[in-house]
Structures are given as C-alpha cells and as structure tokens.
C-alpha cells in the first residue's frame, strides 16, 4: 500500500494529523447524507481535537498495515475531501484478506468517481499487497454501492443477518467479495 495513488480523475492521500480541520469540514458536510448509513457518531466525533485523534490512529494504521482509509479529491479540485475509502481488517498469513467502505458526498455521486476509487483501491491492494480476498457489506437496498461492487468486479455471496446497529435496530448487509485471480 501506498500513501496516496492517482486515477484519471482522483487523488486517493492517507492523512495527517495536520489535516484534521478538513476531515471535520468532510463530516459536517456530508454526515446528513452518511447518517442513514453509519452508526451513531461518539460524542465529541465533531471536534477537531476528535478528528487529530482519528487521524493519528489511522496513520499508525497504515503504518502497520492493519488498516488504510484514503481520503478522495479530485484532481481539479485538491482542495477538498469529496469522499473516503478505506481498508479495515487487513489480516495477512494464510487469510491475506480485508473489508473495504467507501463514501462520497452525495453532489459527486452519478459520474462514477467512486468506482473509479474503489476500483484503484482494490486493484491495488491485490497488486500490491497481495490481498486474496476483499469483502464488502451493504445494505441490500442500497442499489448505487451495489453498482460500484459489481462494476468493480465483487460478486454477490448472500447475506449477513443483523450484521449492524443502525438508527437503534439490528440490520442485514449483503456481503460482497472479491477475490484475486
């Protein structure tokens, strides 16, 4: 894994503490979106010094390549966080597997940016890191992240029953994979 990669039309950046005022601004802008998506945010989640915290551990993440959430920009924009897609999970041994999410502000949705994100991300991670196995949970009515999956080559393995906590209920996800050929 690297630190940033570059497609067509992104720049995919693992962060520092230093952007922690950027992440939150990413948040507070697109959270009315994720909201529905997302387990209820810890108290405090909306802080800067919340955010310099996340952002550190991310890093240590990275660094011991147990985890690697990419911060999504367009190239002709730089400026701003438009989305995130991460690696969590990442086990090597006899598993070489890992769990990917992904999310885009809603007014960058529809032009296939996060395809091209979850594309680059999991082309990457097989490549270069020599994952086998990438999984991918969503919710079964959730017909545009099925869209990014399939186009990106996962393909449908059934459900995982009261997989989350969401708005106070349990709820199913679909569980997608890809698997290195």
Same mark, same amino acid.
């Given at each position: 894994?690297?630190?940033?990669?570059? %497609?067509?039309? $992104?720049?995919?950046? #693992?962060? +520092?503490?230093?952007? /922690? !005022?950027?992440?939150?601004?990413?948040?507070?802008?697109?959270?009315?979106?994720?909201?529905?998506?997302?387990?209820?945010?810890?108290?405090?989640?909306?802080?800067?010094?919340?955010?310099?915290?996340?952002?550190?551990?991310?890093?240590?993440?990275?660094?011991?390549?147990?985890?690697?959430?990419?911060?999504?920009?367009?190239?002709?924009?730089?400026?701003?966080?438009?989305? %995130?897609?991460? $690696?969590?999970?990442? #086990?090597? +041994?006899?598993?070489? /597997? !890992?769990?990917?999410?992904?999310?885009?502000?809603?007014?960058?949705?529809?032009?296939?940016?996060?395809?091209?994100?979850?594309?680059?991300?999991?082309?990457?991670?097989?490549?270069?890191?020599?994952?086998?196995?990438?999984?991918?949970?969503?919710?079964?009515?959730?017909?545009?992240?099925?869209?990014?999956?399939?186009?990106?080559?996962?393909?449908?393995?059934?459900?995982?029953?009261?997989?989350?906590?969401?708005?106070?209920?349990?709820?199913?996800?679909?569980?997608?994979?890809?698997?290195?050929?």
């Amino acid at each position: 894994m690297y630190f940033q990669y570059e %497609t067509e039309r $992104l720049m995919l950046k #693992v962060l +520092g503490e230093n952007c /922690s !005022a950027e992440v939150l601004e990413f948040y507070r802008t697109g959270d009315s979106y994720f909201g529905a998506m997302e387990p209820e945010r810890m108290e405090g989640f909306y802080t800067e010094s919340y955010q310099r915290y996340v952002l550190k551990y991310e890093e240590e993440s990275f660094t011991a390549e147990k985890s690697a959430r990419y911060y999504i920009y367009e190239k002709n924009d730089s400026g701003k966080i438009i989305g %995130t897609v991460a $690696l969590r999970n990442i #086990v090597k +041994g006899s598993f070489l /597997s !890992a769990t990917i999410g992904y999310k885009l502000l809603p007014e960058y949705t529809g032009r296939g940016l996060c395809t091209e994100a979850v594309r680059c991300i999991t082309d990457s991670a097989i490549r270069d890191s020599g994952l086998h196995r990438i999984v991918a949970y969503v919710q079964p009515d959730n017909a545009a992240s099925i869209s990014v999956l399939t186009r990106c080559g996962y393909e449908y393995e059934g459900i995982a029953r009261d997989y989350v906590m969401l708005n106070g209920r349990w709820q199913d996800h679909a569980v997608y994979a890809r698997v290195s050929k």
